[in-house]
């Protein structure tokens, strides 16, 4: 199986990428900027015939359609954190703020910035911090969100936690609601419950881990992380095959980090696929089932900086960001009717693949040999810096939608 995407829009930001975060029913995203902003964008929806016919006449494919900036404001909204030490919540369709809380202090009595913050459920808000505090507060109306203090406290990790993804319900769960999550921080994971705490802490896998996400049903549910030397850890499982130590490895791209990661539905791939935004820009698509695994796919969003973030919206479109461009991809499903028409085809894919800014590159970047005198004229890449507090390279998911994150 191959996977592959045509960018349909290259959307610059007024600044660099802070954080994002897709809705899960309505084609909207959230934007966090480094500047302190956030907007809320709007994509053109995608027609209920899914027809090739019908879609090729569609705004979002015929190059027509408009990203409308619903709202922009400044120090974020939604559920958003900041370093400013504030938790804000706010209508998505207005921007309104509704409430806010201020982020406990470190130990030490010194402002505690936020690494990930994530709605859990429309009940719980799970908000991590640099000291590896990780907070719990309640999102329900009668709560008192607009309290100093969290609900609970618990410290998974030594070091501050770079990714959550929530596990799925169990079959007997009467209110269908996550309750238990998966968590990176520093080298090592951990699982958490909402009721019961800490429920395991890994040993220290020797390499710092940015990234996880969750494939699969409940049986056989797949946790998968990534890290700095560029493979996959996979547990097979869930919940069972973490504490059980069931890893598998998958190597996306030796040496590279793998900064951000998302599962593709099933709708747009089949096989337990996920997205990888790597450092050096491109995004990788790895299938994970037992039918057969490895790399299916990839491509490039960026010549310079790494994949900050990756999200599906409800229509099945890629979102990607990286730098101060935020990349908006659709499945391609072209088919062939011999190998020359395939020849053809992937070789105009390939410019827009990995062109940038709506330029056509003349060769895959991803192909191109190392003495290719090219290579000279190429932008160097920033080497990414993973450090603690305000100094942070990356923030992980600072804004998220409540009970659809």
């Not at 982020?103 to 910035?113: A, M, Q, Y």
């Not at 019961?196 to 220290?204: H, N, R, Y």
Request: glycine share 10%.
């Amino acid at each position: 199986m191959e996977l592959s995407f045509n960018s349909i829009c290259t959307f610059p930001l007024a600044a660099d990428l802070f954080a994002l975060a897709v809705h899960g029913t309505s084609p909207v995203i959230a934007i966090g900027l480094a500047s302190g902003h956030v907007q809320l964008q709007r994509l053109p929806a995608l027609p209920s015939d899914s027809s090739p016919k019908s879609k090729a006449n569609t705004p979002s494919t015929n190059g027509h359609g408009t990203i409308e900036t619903v709202w922009r404001t400044y120090y974020g909204q939604l559920l958003s954190a900041g370093f400013e030490g504030i938790v804000k919540a706010a209508a998505t369709e207005t921007g309104q703020v509704s409430g806010k809380i201020a982020i406990p202090s470190d130990p030490n009595g010194k402002p505690d910035p936020p690494t990930v913050l994530h709605a859990l459920n429309p009940q719980s808000l799970l908000l991590a911090t640099d000291s590896s505090a990780l907070h719990i507060y309640d999102l329900r109306s009668n709560s008192t969100f607009a309290g100093a203090k969290p609900q609970q406290t618990h410290h998974p990790h030594c070091d501050y936690i770079s990714s959550i993804t929530p596990l799925t319900p169990s079959e007997t769960s009467t209110s269908g609601y996550s309750r238990q999550w998966f968590s990176t921080g520093g080298s090592t994971t951990a699982v958490t419950d909402i009721r019961k705490g800490v429920m395991f802490e890994s040993g220290d896998f020797e390499e710092e881990l940015f990234s996880s996400t969750l494939t699969g049903s409940i049986d056989p549910a797949r946790i998968i992380a990534g890290g700095e030397k560029g493979a996959l850890k996979i547990w097979e499982g869930g919940l069972k095959g973490v504490m059980e130590g069931k890893e598998k490895k998958i190597t996306i791209a030796k040496g590279e980090s793998l900064e951000a990661m998302c599962s593709v539905p099933a709708s747009v791939a089949e096989g337990n696929v996920v997205a990888v935004g790597l450092g050096d820009g491109t995004v990788s698509f790895a299938q994970t089932s037992h039918k057969g695994t490895g790399v299916v796919g990839r491509m490039r969003h960026h010549e310079v900086e790494g994949v900050a973030a990756l999200g599906f919206d409800s229509d099945g479109r890629l979102i990607s960001g990286a730098g101060n461009v935020v990349k908006v991809w659709e499945k391609n499903t072209e088919t062939f009717s011999d190998d020359e028409d395939r020849s053809d085809s992937e070789e105009e894919d390939s410019g827009k693949l990995n062109g940038i800014n709506g330029s056509r590159a003349k060769n895959n970047p991803l192909e191109e040999s190392e003495d290719d005198s090219s290579e000279e004229e190429r932008p160097k890449r920033k080497k990414r810096k993973r450090n603690k507090g305000k100094d942070k390279a990356k923030v992980n998911h600072i804004i998220a939608f409540k009970g659809m994150d």
